[in-house]
């Protein structure tokens, strides 16, 4: 039987998102004083009024929702699930006053693209958008990268106790540090000190593409948001293709894969424990796949004759194996290019890519490397039991910061969260189909928004269908908060709906 939440349920929920959106509106400051400097007083004051509706609304829900009473699981996946929805509602307020979208559910879908580190954008007229405005598309994939709980864990720390159980909401495999409060700010220092060597070697590379010292850096920092939080959104229509420079493409690679690997193996790698990246199951499952992939890659383009230079076609098939499968979703070439010039197989690889996606725990998506290797585990210990004497005990161990022994519940689990990737990303495909595309166009775009690899084919524009739209933002937050979150706040509607006090 259902019971139906009461009234400090609503509050508990409500305390959580409050703080949330406080956090999101005093980001919101950042775009609006570069507005004001930069001249661009129209965007500045969309920002203006972004902040001070998220900030009212979010201060309105503290002070109406205060409560002693205790935050459980439930209440944590629930104000998760709310607070990723409303900051998107209100992150596309200054975007919609822009100008550059066609309505608010344009300004919307750009918004979870861009806290759900897709990349996918329906903007219009991306090459002449106001640098604030492309700021904080760019802020909101840094928060949603890092997690936008992550913020609330930071900020209101003196309650951690309570608000730390929103953490694993956001599709957190398990804390770092016993604390989660702790863990929440050896993520903010893994991508601030990486932020600082980053931004300065994209800033040295772009100097040397030939852009100015103001506005390399301002490239430079949009870059890097974009490349470590595997968000995708670019400055420039033409993404990294713009600024036609081997060294800029170069040096996105280790910012890329840096964010497609969990933080918990940066703490390892941080304490000096080196082996951790030739031990660790994820670092070994993903060295496996990227090899794969870039073979099918380097196969496909040179079957279809894509580039007659051999350093041309290692270097554009390196970028993007590494940009797909840590789901970061920048290119460096059209996406129309991959359907008209790369034949079959070097698109499939990129699909392929992009449904596996990096490290749990880490800011990338899809279906995760931990969750293949356990399933492969599983398969191994499943052959030897076959095989072996009934007598015999059969245990598979993996490494992961430790060595642990494999559990028929972890393969289970993974094995049932694979089953559900693969649904959602036949969901978004069948619609696709439905709408008049043909397969390879729906599959290729479906994929992308939900593991957040960002990368498009052409489905994704201003006048792509309503339904469509629909269907790609609610697979963007599935896929981005892992399920479990999504289904709890369906479950408390429900409960609200149809549950006895």
């Not at 929702?65 to 709310?82: D, F, I, K």
């Not at 991306?126 to 936008?148: K, Y």
Request: overall charge neutral; hydrophobic content about 55%; charged content about 10%.
């Amino acid at each position: 039987m259902l019971l139906r939440p009461g009234a400090d349920d609503f509050r508990i929920v409500g305390l959580s998102v409050g703080r949330v959106l406080l956090g999101v509106s005093a980001a919101m400051v950042a775009p609006a004083v570069l507005g004001f400097a930069l001249g661009e007083v129209n965007e500045a004051w969309g920002f203006v009024v972004g902040a001070s509706l998220t900030g009212l609304f979010g201060q309105g829900l503290v002070l109406l929702c205060r409560t002693r009473a205790t935050l459980t699981a439930t209440h944590g996946l629930v104000s998760v699930a709310a607070a990723w929805l409303l900051a998107a509602w209100f992150g596309a307020v200054p975007l919609l006053l822009s100008g550059h979208y066609g309505g608010f559910l344009d300004a919307y879908f750009e918004a979870m693209s861009g806290f759900a580190t897709i990349g996918q954008t329906l903007a219009q007229d991306l090459d002449h958008m106001a640098r604030s405005v492309n700021l904080w598309r760019h802020l909101m994939q840094f928060m949603g990268g890092q997690g936008i709980i992550i913020i609330a864990l930071t900020i209101f720390s003196s309650v951690g106790g309570a608000i730390g159980s929103l953490y694993l909401g956001e599709g957190r495999e398990e804390k770092i540090l016993p604390s989660v409060v702790s863990t929440a700010r050896f993520i903010w220092k893994v991508a601030l000190t990486y932020a600082v060597v980053g931004i300065a070697v994209l800033w040295a590379a772009l100097l040397q593409a030939g852009l100015g010292p103001g506005l390399g850096l301002y490239h430079a920092f949009a870059l890097f948001m974009a490349a470590f939080d595997t968000g995708g959104f670019a400055v420039q229509s033409t993404s990294v293709a713009f600024y036609r420079s081997v060294g800029v493409e170069v040096a996105l690679w280790p910012v890329m894969l840096a964010g497609g690997f969990s933080f918990a193996l940066h703490y390892q790698l941080w304490q000096g424990r080196g082996r951790e990246l030739v031990a660790n199951l994820e670092s070994r499952v993903l060295a496996v796949t990227a090899g794969l992939v870039l073979a099918m890659m380097l196969s496909g383009l040179i079957a279809a004759g894509a580039f007659a230079d051999a350093s041309a076609l290692l270097r554009h098939a390196l970028f993007h194996v590494i940009s797909a499968h840590t789901t970061t979703g920048l290119a460096t070439v059209p996406g129309a290019v991959y359907v008209s010039a790369w034949g079959v197989l070097a698109p499939a690889s990129i699909v392929l890519a992009m449904a596996l996606g990096g490290m749990a725990g880490s800011t990338a998506g899809g279906i995760k490397a931990l969750r293949v290797g356990l399933i492969v585990k599983g398969i191994r210990k499943d052959l030897r039991a076959t095989l072996l004497p009934d007598s015999a005990v059969v245990v598979e161990t993996y490494h992961l910061g430790s060595q642990r022994v494999l559990s028929g519940r972890k393969v289970t689990a993974a094995g049932t969260v694979l089953l559900l990737w693969v649904l959602l990303y036949a969901a978004g495909a069948l619609l696709g189909l439905v709408c008049g595309y043909d397969l390879e166009t729906a599959l290729f775009d479906s994929v992308a928004a939900a593991s957040s690899g960002g990368l498009s084919v052409g489905l994704v524009r201003p006048d792509m269908e309503v339904a469509l739209k629909v269907v790609f933002i609610a697979q963007m937050l599935l896929g981005r908060l892992e399920f479990i979150a999504v289904f709890a706040l369906l479950g408390y509607l429900v409960a609200i709906l149809r549950g006895r006090t």
